[in-house]
């Protein structure tokens, strides 16, 4: 028997029992749907969070100062002695407090952060309007009571109007408005835009927390990433007397490569959870070829009779087997696109489609309907041609 004609017979044979196969393809459908729409999703998810990682820089060290003993905190003066370090382009001690600004009636509830001019280039913020200079080096020195508002609490306080130059109150106390942040957007940590930042030295008073409790520092590149934590720890272990739990640094690449770990085995469950439906797909599509033997018996007889071989039997039912697999593959590919568009529209998150994993659910269903189709082309094959024809 030729492909060809056996793919003939089989397309045949699904037209003369339409709902039927359709019904034995829906395992298959729902399965195949399910791998590429879960999946999508994963990747999707995973390729955000990289982002996300990427966008507060990979050469990036997170300082948390956790205390040891009476000492909670790391004096200014030595967190701005990183930026000293070799290799270490931006360093930025913060405190981060939550506040509330008024601006005449309107008012917000917001992030206010303390720190130093090299924050704002650290974590990728540009200037809207407002001086050259975020925070200056006279306004830590002098506790000027100046701040840079994001772009959503200057919305929310001032609507459409420029903020620069007027007076806010933070917690009740009067500061003059220096600079207005262009919009940066969201991130996995929540909004970037909805924040106040005045000096470090200033906060430190109105908060009357005196020290840094975190520190950003920013290598020149990766190269220099491993050197510049080196030093830092060593200097940490020096003023904290070898403390280790005093203290920690957080690599950023390092976080980048557990995120994306963590994302790699969640799209892996997703696929395999969705892939059990591939596999009560291939259980149907064994059942109905198990009727679909047993209805043709006199047929397969018939066929024998005339001088058909049991190879050419075999692969009748077997291309059949394949064809209503593949079909159903086809017919999934197009469900999980579909759910993932709409998932994508609904929860406002990207689907990520790779080529490689819409083949894959093709060939893994192509694969389902070899493996459950051998047994009933294989017992269709071995029947006899005279026990065949008597069959009522």
Known sequence: MHFAQGL?????????????????????????????????IGQGASKQIEEQVQSLGTNLLTVNIL?????????????????????????????????????????????????NADYFPLRGYELAAGRFMFITQIDLDFHQKVAVLGSATAEELFGSENPVGEYVRINGVRYKVVGLLAEKGSSALGSNDELAVIPLTTAERMFRSKGVRSVYIQAESMDALDAVQAEVEARLAKIFRNGDDAYRVFNQADMLETAASVSGTLSLALGGIAGISLLVGGIGIMNIMLVSVTERTREIGIRKAIGAKKRDILMQFLIESVTISALGGLLGVGLGLAAGRAVSSLVKIDVVHSADMIALSMGFSILIGVVFGMYPANKAANLKPIDALRFE
Do not use: C, D, W
Not at 11 to 26: A, E, H, P, Y
Not at 27 to 32: D, H, K, Q, T
């Open 67 to 115: 205390g040891r003993g009476v000492t909670s905190t790391l004096a200014y003066e030595e967190a701005v002695q990183f930026a000293g370090i070799e290799g270490v382009e931006y360093a930025a001690p913060y405190n981060s407090n939550n506040a509330t600004l008024k601006y005449g009636t309107a008012g917000a509830g917001v992030n206010v952060i303390g720190t």
């Open 8 to 40: 003939k017979m089989a397309f045949k044979s699904i037209r003369s029992n339409k709902l039927r196969s359709i019904l034995t393809m829906l395992g298959v459908i729902i399965g195949v749907g399910s791998v590429i729409a879960l999946v999508g």
